[in-house]
């Protein structure tokens, strides 16, 4: 199955919204409930919410609940946890392996749980969040965790934080991890760079907000026609025989192997 390489926020609130987000492309749509809802809204959206999950085909959306400690995290969970239209949750402002093991005990396996890393304190405790039993993955809540750090700047201020993410989720052997928003909406340039920086750091998608995303953050996540080709060359030239392989004048061994059959197989 093809990596999700998108997962666009849809406000949990504006049911006349789903249909439009389902159809934008997006691997994941993420109907969300908790920055996109005005507090006094929040009952409301998710008794709409799950009404609609209920009838929806299954694994039609994930849902970012509220966060944990909040006085609408426990009556989200209990609603939405069992309805057929559920891929999964994703969790914001996620600090502690605990609370993500609680939350995954309540899903059925088939479900996923990922993980919104938002705060200093819990990209303090990394390594434990990504070795949570059950987690799928780590999605970056850059905008929140630039504030909260004082950080201004979202390019190159942040290298030490994505690297992290991406080396703690590979030791966890979670999925690569979900990069955050690019808040600069229909200015394409921006969205591209951000999209190839993410991609170089090891990255495997990207959080988006407005369905012209989709399209440039899916094909930036995919391998390139130039990709597949050399790694059609390298796998023929592997069962080719043995002895000393080289192609495009590299030699090839084990690790580029194994590169070449991720490569064909994120393009299937």
């Not at 705060?119 to 965790?145: E, K, N, Y």
């Amino acid at each position: 199955m093809r990596r999700e390489r998108s997962y666009l926020f849809c406000p949990g609130d504006r049911p006349e919204r789903f249909a439009k987000a389902l159809a934008s492309g997006a691997d994941r749509v993420v109907l969300d409930l908790e920055d996109a809802v005005l507090p006094d809204a929040k009952a409301g959206a998710r008794d709409g919410l799950a009404d609609w999950l209920a009838g929806a085909p299954p694994g039609s959306a994930i849902v970012r609940v509220n966060a944990l400690g909040t006085p609408w995290h426990e009556d989200d969970v209990r609603a939405l946890a069992g309805l057929p239209g559920l891929a999964g949750l994703m969790l914001p402002k996620t600090e502690g392996s605990d609370g993500l093991a609680a939350l995954r005990a309540r899903l059925a396996p088939e479900r996923s749980l990922v993980a919104l890393v938002e705060t200093v304190r819990a990209f303090a405790d990394l390594r434990g969040l990504a070795a949570a039993p059950g987690l799928h993955r780590l999605a970056f809540g850059s905008v929140d965790f630039c504030t909260e750090a004082g950080i201004r700047g979202h390019d190159r201020e942040l290298d030490y934080v994505r690297s992290r993410l991406v080396l703690e989720s590979a030791l966890a052997g979670l999925a690569p991890p979900v990069d955050g928003v690019t808040v600069a909406v229909r200015q394409d340039d921006v969205l591209a760079g951000d999209v190839e920086r993410a991609r170089r750091f090891g990255f495997g998608g990207k959080l988006c907000i407005h369905p012209g995303q989709v399209a440039a953050v899916n094909a930036g996540f995919s391998p390139s026609a130039e990709e597949v080709a050399w790694a059609r060359r390298v796998l023929a030239a592997c069962a080719a025989g043995p002895g000393a392989i080289v192609v495009d004048g590299k030699l090839v061994d084990r690790p580029v192997r194994l590169q070449a059959e991720a490569i064909l197989e994120d393009a299937a």
